[in-house]
């Protein structure tokens, strides 16, 4: 099944959750900068970001395509799962390659709502995207990492508990190759802050949470090792195709909160005696935005459908994220376009949305990254960087 046919239950649930949390709530919360606290506790309290934690740790037990209906139609109804959309894919490198004891400690916790796990401590200013170059190193000391470095670009580091952070335990220049040597660690947040960690705000052109953090002889116990020493890079992969799946799935969710809001204005809004939408100029680049979305929907169905039966997905996942985020931002350029002045009134939230979309152009892997990907993996190219 596909699109709007999978999940009616859960898609409708979400959808009345949702209607909540109108287009006013976020407009304050986007003049403000503030943290959509309520909207997070109703999705946690209805068990929505727990979809993917096994029943045995007091999830729902249900795969990524779950998600990934929950999460479409979050961002169709006008509202934004990027407030706590990393509580379903970094909880995974936990639930993966987490000891037992880990997973009995966090899982039904963050399940519950009693912890919040947002912050995937990945990027870091002179590395970007080439995971491979991090530098932030965790030296043993005892029954202690102690961390010291810089990550940048991490979502909702002050508004989680816990953090999944990548650091290296081997220098680069002393790994076989460069993606060995990398480690990853539950950081507790609560305790870390002001205790070896710093966090700083970036202000950005939207409402997302944005945090630089600094490693300053953080210390973290050995026991918070998530897997093998040195094998950490592998298990962030896992996280990765998720993340990008789920991100493509808000994608297709924005792309038809586009589409309809152009259609809707379209059919009511009239100038020179008949309605605009009967202007092909205005009814063909909605059309066009709608077949788009569509298509894209397919290749996110297929990617999370690999994911969930435990297949090699990394260039689907990319592909759908590709897909869907440029399908999204046609039909978000097609609604401002369509609404003339009014697409930049906040009233109307076509602006706010359009300035959420054109993130994932960008985030949480660049499109020239992915082509980069097809081209070498997929078609067998020389390598472009």
């Known amino acids: 099944m596909s699109g709007t046919e999978s999940f009616p239950e859960i898609r409708e649930a979400v959808r009345k959750l949702c209607s909540q949390f109108p287009g006013e709530y976020w407009r304050e919360r986007d003049r403000d900068r503030t943290y959509p606290q309520e909207f997070v506790a109703a999705l946690t309290e209805a068990g929505f970001l727990s979809v993917l934690i096994p029943e045995a740790y007091g999830g729902s037990g249900l795969g990524l395509a779950a998600a990934t209906a929950v999460l479409e139609e979050i961002h169709r109804s006008g509202c934004n799962g990027g407030a706590c959309h990393a509580q379903m894919y970094t909880m995974g490198t936990i639930l993966k390659h987490g000891s037992e004891a880990q997973k009995q400690a966090y899982l039904p916790k963050i399940a519950s709502g009693e912890l919040r796990l947002q912050a995937f401590g990945v990027t870091e200013p002179t590395a970007g995207t080439d995971t491979t170059r991090i530098s932030t190193f965790a030296k043993r000391d005892g029954d202690h990492y102690v961390v010291s470095g ?14 999944v952070l990548l650091c290296r335990t081997t220098a680069r220049d002393d790994a076989a190759k460069p993606s060995d040597g990398m480690s990853v660690l539950i950081v507790d947040l609560r305790e870390a802050v002001g205790r070896g960690l710093t966090i700083r705000p970036v202000r950005t052109m939207l409402n997302h949470a944005t945090t630089e953090l600094f490693f300053d002889g953080l210390r973290v116990p050995t026991a918070n090792l998530v897997g093998e020493e040195g094998k950490g890079f592998r298990y962030i992969l896992d996280g990765m195709n998720a993340e990008r799946i789920l991100i493509a799935s808000e994608c297709i969710g924005d792309g038809r909160f586009f589409v309809d809001r152009a259609s809707k204005y379209a059919t009511e809004r009239e100038v020179f005696g008949r309605p605009i939408g009967q202007n092909q100029g205005v009814q063909f680049p909605i059309a066009r935005a709608h077949v788009q979305v569509a298509a894209a ?24 994220k590709m897909l869907a985020s440029e399908a999204s931002w046609f039909a978000a350029d097609t609604a401002v376009q369509t609404h003339g002045g009014f697409g930049l009134a906040e009233d109307y939230d076509i602006e706010r949305k359009f300035r959420e979309t054109r993130l994932y152009q960008v985030a949480p892997i660049s499109t020239n990254l992915i082509l980069s990907h097809v081209g070498t993996h997929v078609l067998g190219m020389p390598k472009s960087f």
């Not at 810089?150 to 953090?163: F, G, N, P, T």
């Open 297 to 320: 929907s397919l290749m996110v169905d297929k990617a999370a459908a690999m994911f969930d039966a435990g297949l090699a997905c990394g260039t689907e996942a990319n592909m759908a």
């Open 150 to 163: 810089q990550k940048l670009w991490i979502s909702r580091a002050e508004h989680s508990d816990l953090m």
